[in-house]
């Protein structure tokens, strides 16, 4: 009995479902009027509907002070990146700045020799580093 019950709640659902599809279908929608619309612009022809403005911002080099090895540095190091990085890292020891150049040369695939490395090194350190702290041979390790 309890089984008739459900098939007959599902038959009325179904039936209630159908009558509503069917109503709707019989003009109960309403139609929406088309409007016209303007065509979009390709991105391609923007610059011919709307004038691109310009603007120039002043670049300014940073100097970089003359030394031995400004040569090397600015032939070597300038063609990946600009000196400005240099000048936008901390005041590094010596063997911080081996490191980083060494790094440039191993992991970045710069064009840099052994003797330019020392040179540029060398470079680096006399305006933007400082030499390594004297170790002194009893100090107690930490």
Same mark, same amino acid.
């Given at each position: 009995?309890?089984?008739? &019950?459900?098939?007959?709640?599902? %038959?009325? =659902?179904?039936?209630?479902?159908?009558?509503?599809?069917?109503?709707?279908?019989?003009?109960?929608? &309403?139609? =929406?009027? =088309?409007?016209?619309?303007?065509?979009?612009?390709?991105?391609? &022809?923007?610059s011919e509907v709307q004038p691109v403005k310009a603007i120039k911002l002043e670049y300014h080099q940073p100097d970089l002070p003359p030394g031995p090895g400004h040569d090397v540095f600015a032939a070597q190091c300038v063609v990946c990146h600009s000196p400005r990085? =240099?000048? +936008?890292?901390?005041? %590094?020891?010596? *063997?911080?700045?081996?490191?980083?150049?060494?790094?440039?040369?191993?992991?970045?695939?710069?064009?840099?020799?052994?003797?330019?490395? *020392?040179?540029?090194? +060398?470079?680096?350190?006399?305006?933007?580093?400082?030499?390594?702290?004297?170790?002194?041979? +009893?100090?107690?390790?930490?």
């Amino acid at each position: 009995m309890h089984a008739l &019950r459900v098939v007959a709640a599902l %038959f009325v =659902v179904g039936v209630a479902m159908l009558v509503y599809a069917l109503w709707g279908l019989a003009g109960r929608e &309403r139609t =929406v009027p =088309v409007v016209a619309v303007a065509p979009a612009i390709p991105v391609s &022809r923007l610059s011919e509907v709307q004038p691109v403005k310009a603007i120039k911002l002043e670049y300014h080099q940073p100097d970089l002070p003359p030394g031995p090895g400004h040569d090397v540095f600015a032939a070597q190091c300038v063609v990946c990146h600009s000196p400005r990085y =240099v000048l +936008n890292q901390p005041i %590094f020891p010596r *063997k911080t700045w081996i490191a980083e150049v060494h790094k440039m040369v191993k992991a970045y695939g710069a064009p840099i020799d052994a003797g330019q490395e *020392k040179e540029i090194v +060398n470079y680096l350190v006399s305006w933007h580093g400082k030499e390594d702290p004297l170790t002194v041979p +009893n100090s107690p390790s930490k």
